[in-house]
Nanobody, 126 residues
Framework: QVQLVESGGGLVQAGGSRRLSCAASGRTFSTYSMGWFRQAPGKEREFVATSRWSGDYRYYADSVKGRFTISGVNARNTVYLEMNSLKPEDTAVYYC???????????????????WGQGTQVTVST
């Protein structure tokens, strides 16, 4: 059974940094795409970043480009989202997702992902 477990959320001041982790288990993910999404209260879930399992082909939402970095999956089957220069508008529940699909330009729709973690809250204060 596929399981994705996020961690690393919390309260951070604007301008600060935070690293989210997503531990994956349950199958071999070497051909998968991994994604990070977020959902703020009253808003739809939105794409943040995606990459292949290897860390190749990384794509980002315009709102986080240059501030966030998605890693490839390491030997511990963990993928990271490094978030820098955080803004209050980055406040949301962040979700890790996985799919066996790949696509040129990256998979940016939540509907493309089969497996989801439970989410971790990130709150950025002013």
């Amino acid at each position: 059974q596929v399981q994705l477990v996020e961690s690393g959320g919390g309260l951070v001041q604007a301008g600060g940094s935070r690293r989210l982790s997503c531990a994956a288990s349950g199958r071999t993910f070497s051909t998968y795409s991994m994604g990070w999404f977020r959902q703020a209260p009253g808003k739809e879930r939105e794409f943040v970043a995606t990459s292949r399992w290897s860390g190749d082909y990384r794509y980002y939402a315009d709102s986080v480009k240059g501030r966030f970095t998605i890693s490839g999956v390491n030997a511990r089957n963990t993928v990271y989202l490094e978030m820098n220069s955080l803004k209050p508008e980055d406040t949301a529940v962040y979700y890790c997702a996985a799919t066996p699909q790949t696509r040129s330009g990256g998979l940016r729709s939540p509907q493309a992902y089969e497996y989801w973690g439970q989410g971790t809250q990130v709150t950025v204060s002013t």
